[in-house]
């Protein structure tokens, strides 16, 4: 029995040893895109419908500066609206920025979003933390955020870290902003995203991006930060604060989500086809927007359309329509060769639990076989968007793994179809356990959860019957009791508490024991 259990123990501190990158069986960046739910002809329908969209029906409530920038590559203004005419949206995406990097700020972190490469990260404004423990929401805290970035600089298949939480002990949008992109850039190397409340905080925000990067050449060499821009109200108004933002941040080279977030049945149209049209029109007048301030500046198509229960009006975030919907824009926006992030793993379960796991599942899985670069709020998102739950960071993290093992799809060659393998199975052993190709893919084509239970009942038992919630949440404690980065050094961290009003005690950010 002893010797059973320290094979087994040898054989699982095996496979939770790190791998070499070359034989990891998922990583950031793998193809997805063989899932297509529209047709040739749809896209084709989409298309029209999009175009028809920006030139006949178009847009209110643009800036001065939005205007004057618009028209003058070719876009109109009469009667308080602004249109698109089919000639400049389609000059806008064939010339488009297709081959830009958002950086992390250790270039292992790197994302390339071109193509149907996929990657996963968080993002949010949620409102509250999920308190696992005591079992109730709370508000959200500047502390939180440290910790969930702290949390995502540990999880491999996280890749990336957008503020997915409001920080609600912060008095003013100005501490808000800046406290949030410090507390996000102090707990991950990763590449960063965040918003700007009101242009006129641009100014330090960039102040402060390019004193990380040390100076700001480095940082529009490398930029790892990037913002995500609600630009639109729907149905087809322009958000001004948000354009204003936009505005300044393409001066300082600052990659830009171009965000619209229609909810079908409310803000767009019930019918999922008529969603999927108004979100793609939406961000494409974005994208003429971006590229008459400058053109080829890194713009992220960002079709955001989210989905109502319509018996109460609520969002649903984890339902079958809404991965539809996201597949749909995806491969739209692969139609149009443009980088895009979308949202996945939105559940409305309030804690992680069954409804959770499988509304984050189907959500995820969809999204990265649609072949989204950069899936959004893809973990610790719960209560369609209001809470943000840390111990939902660490099981998500497995979800995606595998997640992405479906991305990774199935490779059929000489060596994988066996032949050879099964020929020698059948005269010998009769089993494949011990064969060479075995225990070579052992760890090259399978994956393994991290906190996921695969034991046996009598295993399960002998082991206390490990929960996966109570074990996240020793995952959690580890981590945030263990976990200091050093991503801001102290010479900088006293500079940036120099000029800028940091709320995050530093002592708090500092082992401690």
Partial sequence: MSRRSGGRSARHAMRAAPLAEDIRPIRAGMEGGCYKPLSDHD??????????????????????????????VGATYRDGRLFFPRDLVLETVKNANRDFTLCGRDPKHDIHPQGAKVHFGTAGAAVHIVDVEKNEYRESML????????????????????????????????DMDMNTLYACLSGTNKHVGTSITVVENCKPFIEMIYAVAGGEEAFRARPFVSISATFVVPPLRFATEALDVIGEMVKAGVPVLLLSAGQAGATSPAAL???????????????????ALAPGHPAIFGPWPFVSDLRTGAMSGGSGEQSLLIAAVTQMANHYDLPCGVPAGMTDAKMPDIQSGYEKGITTVMAGLAGGNLIYEAAGMHGSLLGFCLESLIVDNDILGQSLRCVRGIEVNKDTLSLDTTREVITGPEHFLGQPQTLDLMQKEYIYPVIGDRSTPKEWEELQKPEMVAKAIAEKRRILDEYFPSHISPELD???????????????????H
């Fill in 143 to 174: 502390q939180d955020l440290y910790d969930a970035a702290r949390i995502v600089d540990q999880q491999d298949n996280i890749h990336f870290f957008q503020r997915p939480m409001v920080p609600r002990d912060m008095t003013s949008v100005l």
């Fill in 494 to 512: 006293a500079e940036l508490r120099k000029n800028f009003d940091i709320k995050l005690p530093r002592e708090r950010m500092l082992r401690t």
């Fill in 273 to 291: 086809a008529g969603s999927v049209v108004q979100s793609i029109s939406e961000v494409l007048a974005g994208l003429v927007y971006i590229n």
């Fill in 43 to 72: 896209i084709a329908q989409i298309h029209e419908s999009a175009l028809e969209i920006l030139s006949d029906i178009g847009f209110k409530d643009a800036t001065e500066g939005c205007i004057a920038a618009c028209t003058s």
